[in-house]
């Protein structure tokens, strides 16, 4: 039996998807909360981009 496919199913390698994010960038952010009895505790937020410095310098023509 085969499935059939889907659209937006296909091979990407790591590198070629590493390649995309550095050349534009991406923003990463998470937020953290520990707590015990429903008391929070701590609180972490959390952000950071992730690009190329090629990405971020302008572009002069």
């Given at each position: 039996?085969?499935?059939?496919a889907?659209?937006?199913?296909?091979?990407?390698?790591?590198?070629?998807?590493?390649?995309?994010?550095?050349?534009?960038?991406?923003?990463?952010?998470?937020?953290i909360?520990?707590?015990?009895?429903?008391?929070?505790?701590?609180?972490?937020?959390?952000?950071?981009?992730?690009?190329?410095?090629?990405?971020?310098?302008?572009?002069?023509?």
């Amino acid at each position: 039996m085969t499935l059939p496919a889907r659209a937006g199913d296909r091979n990407v390698a790591l590198i070629d998807l590493l390649d995309r994010v550095l050349a534009g960038g991406v923003v990463v952010s998470g937020e953290i909360t520990l707590s015990i009895a429903d008391v929070d505790l701590v609180h972490v937020s959390l952000r950071t981009l992730i690009t190329s410095i090629t990405a971020l310098q302008p572009h002069h023509e």
